[in-house]
């Protein structure tokens, strides 16, 4: 499915659903989903919840890849 025909509800049930059934970190279902459907990561960004968003942040913090709030990250 393009990534414009997914809209940021389905977007953010996808991933969830990625993490729970795969044990991935939001971070890599991310990257998962978009692996598997040919989509730059940078495209699928605008589509991300504050759900998702929130969730990224958290996990760049803890892998000190982020110091700040989400608003650095997007």
Request: hydrophobic residues 40%; proline residues 3%; contains cysteine.
């Amino acid at each position: 499915m393009p990534v414009t025909n997914v809209t940021s509800e389905q977007l953010t049930k996808e991933l969830q659903l990625l993490v729970a059934q795969h044990h991935f970190s939001f971070l890599d279902a991310v990257l998962y989903y978009c692996d598997q459907r040919k989509i730059d990561p940078e495209d699928i960004a605008v589509r991300l919840g504050d759900k998702i968003k929130s969730e990224l942040a958290r996990e760049a913090r803890r892998l000190h890849l982020l110091q700040g709030g989400a608003e650095e990250l997007f």
